[in-house]
Protein backbone atom coordinates (compact mmCIF):
# COMPACT_ATOMS: atom_id res chain seq x y z
CA UNK A 1 0.00 0.00 0.00
CA UNK A 2 0.99 3.20 -0.55
CA UNK A 3 2.07 5.89 1.88
CA UNK A 4 3.77 5.67 5.05
CA UNK A 5 3.11 2.72 7.20
CA UNK A 6 4.53 1.74 11.21
CA UNK A 7 5.03 -1.60 12.77
CA UNK A 8 4.03 -2.66 15.34
CA UNK A 9 1.01 -0.63 16.26
CA UNK A 10 1.32 -1.46 19.99
CA UNK A 11 3.95 -3.52 21.73
CA UNK A 12 4.29 -4.22 25.14
CA UNK A 13 8.15 -4.82 26.98
CA UNK A 14 10.06 -4.98 29.83
CA UNK A 15 12.80 -2.54 31.24
CA UNK A 16 16.24 -3.23 29.59
CA UNK A 17 15.09 -5.08 26.47
CA UNK A 18 15.86 -4.14 23.36
CA UNK A 19 12.78 -2.97 21.05
CA UNK A 20 13.31 -1.61 17.41
CA UNK A 21 10.27 0.21 15.72
CA UNK A 22 9.50 -0.03 12.47
CA UNK A 23 9.14 3.04 9.33
CA UNK A 24 8.52 2.09 5.73
CA UNK A 25 7.39 5.13 3.31
CA UNK A 26 6.51 4.32 -0.47
CA UNK A 27 6.69 8.26 -1.85
CA UNK A 28 10.92 8.46 -1.92
CA UNK A 29 10.53 11.24 0.39
CA UNK A 30 14.52 12.16 1.37
CA UNK A 31 13.67 13.62 5.02
CA UNK A 32 12.08 11.20 7.55
CA UNK A 33 11.59 11.12 11.38
CA UNK A 34 10.99 9.94 14.92
CA UNK A 35 8.99 11.37 16.84
CA UNK A 36 7.27 10.93 20.46
CA UNK A 37 4.29 12.19 21.38
CA UNK A 38 3.20 12.61 25.42
CA UNK A 39 0.71 14.18 27.90
CA UNK A 40 1.98 17.90 28.07
CA UNK A 41 4.84 17.60 25.74
CA UNK A 42 3.20 17.84 22.30
CA UNK A 43 5.47 15.96 19.83
CA UNK A 44 8.98 15.81 20.37
CA UNK A 45 11.74 14.78 17.50
CA UNK A 46 14.13 12.48 18.14
CA UNK A 47 15.87 11.96 15.27
CA UNK A 48 15.65 12.69 11.73
CA UNK A 49 17.13 11.83 8.24
CA UNK A 50 17.89 13.75 5.47
CA UNK A 51 18.77 10.65 2.90
CA UNK A 52 19.66 7.34 2.92
CA UNK A 53 23.21 7.21 5.50
CA UNK A 54 22.31 10.64 7.09
CA UNK A 55 20.90 10.87 10.41
CA UNK A 56 20.68 13.41 12.77
CA UNK A 57 19.62 13.96 16.62
CA UNK A 58 16.95 15.75 17.53
CA UNK A 59 15.59 17.31 20.61
CA UNK A 60 15.22 14.02 23.09
CA UNK A 61 17.72 11.60 21.20
CA UNK A 62 19.04 9.58 24.63
CA UNK A 63 18.76 6.01 24.49
CA UNK A 64 17.70 5.94 20.92
CA UNK A 65 19.37 4.76 17.62
CA UNK A 66 18.65 5.22 14.04
CA UNK A 67 19.67 3.97 10.85
CA UNK A 68 18.90 4.46 7.36
CA UNK A 69 20.39 2.13 4.93
CA UNK A 70 17.52 2.66 2.51
CA UNK A 71 15.13 5.84 1.46
CA UNK A 72 11.73 3.75 2.42
CA UNK A 73 12.96 2.68 6.11
CA UNK A 74 14.13 4.52 8.78
CA UNK A 75 14.04 1.99 11.99
CA UNK A 76 14.16 3.28 15.48
CA UNK A 77 15.58 1.10 18.24
CA UNK A 78 15.56 1.42 22.42
CA UNK A 79 18.65 -0.25 22.98
CA UNK A 80 17.82 -0.84 26.68
CA UNK A 81 14.04 0.23 27.57
CA UNK A 82 12.82 2.36 30.52
CA UNK A 83 9.97 3.24 31.97
CA UNK A 84 10.65 6.62 30.71
CA UNK A 85 10.54 5.82 26.97
CA UNK A 86 7.09 4.38 27.28
CA UNK A 87 5.27 6.70 25.35
CA UNK A 88 3.34 6.71 21.47
CA UNK A 89 6.07 6.98 18.57
CA UNK A 90 5.22 8.83 15.18
CA UNK A 91 7.33 8.66 12.09
CA UNK A 92 6.89 11.15 9.49
CA UNK A 93 8.38 11.93 6.28
CA UNK A 94 8.03 14.62 3.74
CA UNK A 95 9.88 15.91 0.67
CA UNK A 96 12.83 18.44 0.94
CA UNK A 97 11.60 19.88 3.89
CA UNK A 98 7.88 20.47 2.87
CA UNK A 99 5.02 19.35 4.40
CA UNK A 100 4.96 15.82 7.23
CA UNK A 101 3.10 12.93 6.48
CA UNK A 102 2.63 10.91 9.90
CA UNK A 103 2.33 7.28 10.28
CA UNK A 104 -0.43 5.71 12.11
CA UNK A 105 1.55 5.38 15.43
CA UNK A 106 3.17 3.00 18.22
CA UNK A 107 2.14 2.88 21.34
CA UNK A 108 4.89 1.22 23.59
CA UNK A 109 4.45 0.19 27.11
CA UNK A 110 7.35 -0.17 29.42
CA UNK A 111 7.11 -2.44 31.95
CA UNK B 1 15.39 28.42 21.44
CA UNK B 2 12.69 28.65 18.93
CA UNK B 3 8.96 28.09 20.05
CA UNK B 4 5.67 27.32 18.75
CA UNK B 5 2.38 28.44 21.29
CA UNK B 6 -0.83 27.89 21.54
CA UNK B 7 -2.22 29.68 23.95
CA UNK B 8 -5.73 27.76 24.35
CA UNK B 9 -5.57 24.71 26.06
CA UNK B 10 -9.13 23.51 25.15
CA UNK B 11 -11.78 25.35 23.32
CA UNK B 12 -15.42 23.94 22.30
CA UNK B 13 -17.98 24.93 20.20
CA UNK B 14 -21.07 24.23 18.96
CA UNK B 15 -22.04 22.37 15.75
CA UNK B 16 -22.06 24.81 12.89
CA UNK B 17 -20.91 27.83 14.44
CA UNK B 18 -17.39 29.51 14.15
CA UNK B 19 -13.83 28.64 15.94
CA UNK B 20 -10.56 30.27 15.62
CA UNK B 21 -7.55 28.48 17.57
CA UNK B 22 -4.56 30.97 17.94
CA UNK B 23 -0.87 30.32 17.21
CA UNK B 24 2.10 32.95 17.66
CA UNK B 25 5.86 31.39 16.77
CA UNK B 26 9.47 32.08 16.70
CA UNK B 27 11.30 31.74 13.74
CA UNK B 28 14.55 32.66 12.12
CA UNK B 29 13.76 31.54 8.34
CA UNK B 30 13.35 33.72 6.07
CA UNK B 31 11.01 31.97 3.68
CA UNK B 32 9.45 29.04 5.32
CA UNK B 33 6.24 27.19 5.92
CA UNK B 34 3.88 27.00 8.64
CA UNK B 35 1.27 23.80 9.16
CA UNK B 36 -1.78 23.30 11.19
CA UNK B 37 -2.10 19.51 12.02
CA UNK B 38 -5.26 17.26 13.23
CA UNK B 39 -5.16 14.76 15.40
CA UNK B 40 -8.95 12.83 16.05
CA UNK B 41 -9.27 10.13 18.36
CA UNK B 42 -7.77 7.75 16.21
CA UNK B 43 -4.75 9.02 16.76
CA UNK B 44 -3.52 9.56 13.28
CA UNK B 45 -1.72 13.03 12.50
CA UNK B 46 -3.61 15.18 9.63
CA UNK B 47 -2.28 17.85 7.78
CA UNK B 48 -5.21 20.60 7.53
CA UNK B 49 -4.23 23.80 6.11
CA UNK B 50 -0.59 25.23 5.02
CA UNK B 51 0.55 28.89 4.97
CA UNK B 52 3.63 29.64 2.56
CA UNK B 53 5.44 32.67 4.22
CA UNK B 54 6.10 34.74 1.35
CA UNK B 55 2.46 34.66 0.32
CA UNK B 56 0.48 37.53 1.83
CA UNK B 57 -2.93 36.12 1.12
CA UNK B 58 -4.27 33.82 3.54
CA UNK B 59 -4.61 29.81 2.67
CA UNK B 60 -8.07 28.48 2.51
CA UNK B 61 -9.00 24.59 2.83
CA UNK B 62 -13.09 24.27 2.19
CA UNK B 63 -14.20 25.36 5.95
CA UNK B 64 -10.44 25.88 7.21
CA UNK B 65 -8.51 29.28 6.92
CA UNK B 66 -5.83 31.04 8.44
CA UNK B 67 -4.66 34.45 9.22
CA UNK B 68 -1.65 34.61 8.75
CA UNK B 69 0.41 38.23 10.08
CA UNK B 70 4.07 37.83 9.63
CA UNK B 71 5.03 40.67 11.53
CA UNK B 72 3.51 39.57 14.47
CA UNK B 73 4.01 35.89 13.92
CA UNK B 74 0.85 34.76 14.74
CA UNK B 75 -0.67 31.85 12.59
CA UNK B 76 -4.71 31.36 13.74
CA UNK B 77 -7.05 28.22 12.56
CA UNK B 78 -10.45 29.58 11.99
CA UNK B 79 -12.95 26.38 11.52
CA UNK B 80 -16.32 27.66 9.59
CA UNK B 81 -19.51 25.77 9.83
CA UNK B 82 -17.64 23.20 12.94
CA UNK B 83 -18.96 19.96 12.17
CA UNK B 84 -18.60 17.13 14.92
CA UNK B 85 -15.80 15.17 12.67
CA UNK B 86 -13.45 18.18 13.76
CA UNK B 87 -13.59 17.15 17.05
CA UNK B 88 -9.78 16.33 17.78
CA UNK B 89 -6.40 17.77 18.96
CA UNK B 90 -5.23 20.67 16.75
CA UNK B 91 -1.31 21.15 16.53
CA UNK B 92 0.41 24.48 15.15
CA UNK B 93 3.78 23.73 13.61
CA UNK B 94 6.75 26.26 12.36
CA UNK B 95 10.39 25.25 10.91
CA UNK B 96 13.16 25.09 12.95
CA UNK B 97 16.62 24.74 10.68
CA UNK B 98 17.02 24.21 7.51
CA UNK B 99 16.75 20.36 7.45
CA UNK B 100 12.93 20.21 7.28
CA UNK B 101 12.44 19.81 11.01
CA UNK B 102 9.37 21.39 12.46
CA UNK B 103 8.86 22.11 15.80
CA UNK B 104 4.99 21.76 17.19
CA UNK B 105 3.26 23.51 19.72
CA UNK B 106 1.26 21.45 22.68
CA UNK B 107 -2.04 21.43 20.74
CA UNK B 108 -5.56 22.97 21.63
CA UNK B 109 -8.27 20.28 22.23
CA UNK B 110 -11.12 21.25 20.21
CA UNK B 111 -14.46 19.60 20.95
CA UNK B 112 -17.44 19.96 18.85
CA UNK B 113 -21.13 19.79 20.77
CA UNK B 114 -24.20 18.97 19.01
Known amino acids: DAGITQSPRYKITETGRQVTLMCHQT?????MFWYRQDLGHGLRLIYY???????DKGEVPDGYVVSRSKTENFPLTLESATRSQTSVYFC??????????FGPGTRLTVT | AQTVTQSQPEMSVQEAETVTLSCTYD???????LFWYKQPPSRQMILVIR??????QNATENRFSVNFQKAAKSFSLKISDSQLGDTAMYFC???????????FGKGTKLSVKP
Open chain 1, 49 to 55: SAAADIT
Open chain 1, 27 to 31: WSHSY
Open chain 1, 92 to 101: ASSAEGYEQY
Open chain 2, 27 to 33: TSESNYY
Open chain 2, 93 to 103: ASPIGSQGNLI
Open chain 2, 51 to 56: QEAYKQ
